[in-house]
């Protein structure tokens, strides 16, 4: 079953990159289980004209920038002005509107020829926008939003294994990328919501829904990531991870009648 539902929308004036695109979308869609509509276009124009007659709604549009007749810029400003919300991913062969593209606050803005791990990464970022504008109040415990560098970032706390008092950073640690920030590691955890994430150490706060094996002094979440457990909340967490292999296997046996 697949979790839910974006759209997009692709608009480049040359046939090739439209279809790469399009395939690589697509490949996000199956991966992520999610389910992904999409429509190419071959001009800005058709496609301002689909938004502004309603006959379209889009989550997210992949923009080339330069195009015949209006390009994706003139295109972005003048729907900021009806839609402040959709996502808006720019590509171009030059870098030479960047300034611009971030001035009509843009999701991102990349280069071709485009590889599948940036589109992956600016589908993810919009999947984050796209769910805090639907339910902002499930969003509020979902998300936390912090300062990394001079950029505000969005983090999906449901992706975050645990987090790591380094130094003078905060670093959250995903399976495939580590986000960090200045914050004090215990108002990262007046943030959080506390029957999920549970310190195991004075500098380590473990996500508990990722926790696969707790032993003595480590606690270890699979594929070679643990972290510390000191004494002070060993049995607490032991506890609750032995309640919670007890209910799954209460609810496998329900199942299995």
Known sequence: MQSED????????????????DDMVSVY??????????????????????????NKEYDLLFLDVEMPGMTGIEM???????????????????????IQAFRLDAL???????????????????????DYRKNAQKAEKRYLKIKSGYEDVLID?????????RRNQCVFHKRDEEISCYEPLKKIYEKLDHDMFMYTHQGYIANFNHIKEV?????????GMEVPLSRRYHDQIKEL??????RAYKDQKELEK
């Open 6 to 21: 974006i759209k997009v929308a692709i608009c480049d004036d040359e046939e090739f990159y439209r279809s790469q695109l």
């Open 215 to 223: 032993k003595k002094d480590v606690v270890c979440f699979g594929r």
């Open 241 to 246: 991870h032995l309640d919670k292999i007890r």
């Open 108 to 130: 991102d803005y990349v280069m071709k020829p485009i590889k599948y791990t940036q589109v992956k990464h600016i589908i993810e970022k919009a999947r984050i926008q796209i």
């Open 157 to 165: 706390l449901q992706n975050v294994i645990y987090i790591e008092k």
């Open 76 to 98: 972005a400003d003048a729907l900021r002005k009806i839609d402040p919300w959709v996502c808006i991913s720019f590509v171009t062969s030059y870098d030479a509107f960047a």
């Open 29 to 54: 869609g199956n991966e992520m289980d999610v389910n992904v509509s999409i429509d190419l276009y071959g001009n800005a124009k058709e496609l301002m004209n689909n938004i502004l007659s309603k």
